[in-house]
């Protein structure tokens, strides 16, 4: 990502994050005054959320701040991920919120009091409720247009705590209406969402931290734009490494003539890496190759009937990188294996498959992980 781009979406992303600030603490001082006055716990239950959402909007400026900071000795790739880190602390920030909501609520339930609405108070939740829905939907727009996690995750609390809040305000009519009190059960689901959310929140966060599988749009366009050039007739391996949003390193191997010289691969590698940078943002920081035979029709006889005997395999998803050395007898292509099975079983099935149909040749197979689409 260009320095222009990056300093546009750290602006995005403070700015965004400021106006969600300002707004729950507002929401939060006036559900607090009504549920004070009004003897409410699911009304002061709601304020409390609203200030965790302050909080973690707070956490989000930091963690973009810190995230943006120069590459150094000692973290040579930047410091990206650490947005991952800022979005876990909101993630238990919420859950939090969400368990001593729980708490409390439970101890209304036991020990109740009686709540005591006006107009007024009922007026200011629903105004509260269009508040969250109009600052859900932005914030998570702008976390959409940027890519920011920890944006689109208070956006969606937001939009969960008007629904939330809702509730709320339907408990309340209820008691003016009939007198029937279900502030603390109301309370409860409300922890409940919130717990709910949380966790959610934490376990896609944790999936960015170990690492996810690449998108599988972005793999697919980089493999079309390799498989573009007139010399490569196909893009294996594909390894994207994420190391914060919108940074992303990959390798991958390109299946080249036998026939090319060193001088030749040079100035084809250089140029895809260009043309990949270019067009989607992603930096290959290694480009191996795998040569075919361009010369010998028996090779492709062979090759056909390996990738039949290969493919009729469930486990087996792609072979590629075929190479027949009739000289020194020598047979080497790659296997990407599903998660379906022990990759060492696979392959011992596979050699004496290979083996038993071509005893004369050495056969060297390459496990592969199926890591991209």
Known sequence: MKKEDTDNRERVIVRTSIVGIATNVLLAAFKATVGLLT????????AV???SDALSSVITIVGTRLAGKRPDKKHPLG?????YLSA?????????????????????????KEADYSIVSL????????????????????GEEVDSGSLIASGQDALLDAILSVSVLASAIVFVTTGLSLEAYVGLIISGFIIKAGIEMLLDTVSDILGRRADPDLSRKIKLLLAEEPEVRGAYDLLINNYGPEKNYASVHLELPDTMTVEEVDRLTRRVEAKVYRETGVILTGVGVYSFNTSNTEAMIVRNKVLETVMAHDFALQLHGFYLDMDKKEMRFDVVFSFDIDTEDGLKILYNEICALYPDYQVLI????????
């Not at 410091?79 to 947005?83: A, L, P, Q, S, T």
């Not at 390459?366 to 689409?373: E, G, L, Q």
Request: a neutral charge.
């Open 39 to 46: 003897n409410s716990i699911a009304v002061v239950l709601d």
């Open 49 to 51: 959320n609203n200030l």
């Open 123 to 142: 007026i200011i939740i629903a105004v509260a409720v269009l508040v969250k829905v109009i600052l859900g939907t932005y914030v998570k727009k702008k």
């Open 366 to 373: 390459a496990p592969d992980v199926d890591i991209t689409d």
């Open 88 to 112: 876990m602390v909101v993630a238990v920030i919420v859950l939090y919120a969400g368990i001593t909501s729980l708490i409390e609520s439970v101890k209304h339930i036991i020990h109740p």
């Open 79 to 83: 410091h990206g991920r650490i947005e």
